[in-house]
């Protein structure tokens, strides 16, 4: 399972970084997503990474905010989020899985995911 971290809490408009650790996983073809599940809603996919390819998926909310990426010899995926919003507040998980594409795996594969690890719990006070 990965694990999530970096979370807090920021004022509207601010930044964090949350770090996604995967001790023991090899980032050969997989690919690795952020998602998070505020109070009341249903888990949604926020950013997902190819990590052969590098490409990259985001969900519309979070485009031009939110960047990923991976660091294939940690075997870490990162999330920086910038110009944080209150709707931005979650917990956000990290997950992953090999042979898919980053679009693929953040519109549909996730959802075959049936363990989560511990996530980051992300609030924006307004």
């Known amino acids: 399972q990965l694990q999530a971290s970096g979370g807090g809490l920021v004022q509207t408009g601010g930044s964090l970084r949350l770090s996604c650790s995967a001790p023991?996983?090899?980032?050969?073809?997989?690919?690795i997503g952020w998602f998070r599940q505020a109070p009341g809603k249903e888990r949604e996919p926020v950013s997902c990474?190819?990590?052969?390819?590098?490409?990259?998926y985001y969900t519309n909310s979070v485009k031009g905010r939110f960047t990923i990426s991976s660091d294939n010899a940690k075997s870490t995926v990162s999330l920086q989020m910038t110009y944080l919003k209150p709707e931005d507040t979650a917990i956000y998980y990290c997950?992953?899985?090999?042979?898919?594409?980053?679009?693929?795996?953040?519109?549909?594969?996730?959802?075959?995911?049936?363990?989560w690890g511990r996530g980051s719990q992300v609030t924006v006070s307004s």
């Open positions: 997950a992953a899985e090999s042979g898919y594409q980053s679009t693929w795996y953040c519109q549909n594969g996730w959802r075959l995911n049936k363990k």
């Open positions: 990474i190819s990590t052969d390819d590098g490409g990259t």
């Open positions: 023991g996983l090899t980032f050969d073809d997989y690919a």
